[in-house]
């Protein structure tokens, strides 16, 4: 059974940071591509980031080019999304989500994404 677990999210300020984690188990970890996604209040999810499976391709949405950072630890089966420079429109429901097809271009539509957190909360105060 896949589960996808989310931590790291909060309460911040304003420019301020966050990093998340996403913790994988009940797949082969290395053989997916991981994209975070989030879901403002009121709002459809959205795509976020993505990596493909080795970490060598990496994919931004443009709202957070620049400011945020995906990255991944195989050894530990484990994705991370680093929140930089964080502004209140950013407050969101972050999601990860793990894809198996292994392929390039990196998917950016949540429906193309099979398994899925239960997401964490950040919250930006201005």
């Known amino acids: 059974q896949v589960q996808l677990v989310e931590s790291g999210g909060g309460l911040v300020q304003a420019g301020g940071s966050l990093r998340l984690s996403c913790a994988a188990s009940?797949?082969?970890?290395?053989?997916?591509?991981m994209g975070w996604f989030r879901q403002p209040p009121g709002k459809e999810r959205e795509f976020v980031a993505a990596i493909s499976w080795r970490g060598a391709r990496t994919d931004y949405a443009n709202s957070v080019k620049g400011r945020f950072a995906i990255a991944r630890d195989n050894t530990k089966n484990t994705v991370y999304l680093q929140l930089n420079s964080l502004k209140p429109e950013d407050t969101a429901v972050y999601y990860c989500?793990?894809?198996?097809?292994?392929?390039?271009?990196?998917?950016?539509?949540?429906?193309?994404?099979?398994?899925w957190g239960q997401g964490t909360q950040v919250t930006v105060s201005s």
């Open positions: 009940g797949l082969s970890f290395s053989n997916y591509a």
């Open positions: 989500a793990a894809d198996g097809t292994l392929r390039i271009p990196l998917r950016t539509s949540p429906t193309e994404y099979p398994y």
